[in-house]
């Protein structure tokens, strides 16, 4: 289980509503009056919309996972070039 896991599920889910709302859509006759047909193209929209609200969260949260773990990687790197500095201070060079 990941910290994405909800997210993803909902992301799924909203993509799911997209493809029953677009082969609605899909299915229109442009010759008659079809009302649930344009209500397809609503709900269409408005899983596209929540969809890439989940997205926009996902890269939020994934940009401050991606800045935490490269401030880690820049301590460790840190670290280690002080225990190197160290060493050599210690054999003379």
């Not at 896991?5 to 909902?10: F, I, P, R």
């Not at 006759?29 to 209500?39: F, G, I, L």
């Not at 070039?81 to 060079?93: F, H, N, P, T």
């Amino acid at each position: 289980m990941t910290a994405y896991d909800s997210t993803l599920s909902a992301l799924r889910g909203h993509l799911c509503e997209l493809e029953a709302a677009l082969a609605l859509w899909a299915s229109r006759d442009d010759t008659k009056a079809q009302s649930e047909v344009r209500q397809g193209a609503n709900d269409a929209m408005d899983a596209v919309d929540a969809a890439l609200r989940e997205l926009h969260g996902i890269r939020g949260q994934l940009v401050g996972e991606i800045r935490a773990s490269d401030d880690a990687t820049a301590v460790r790197a840190a670290e280690l070039l002080a225990r190197v500095r160290q060493l050599r201070q210690k054999e003379g060079r």
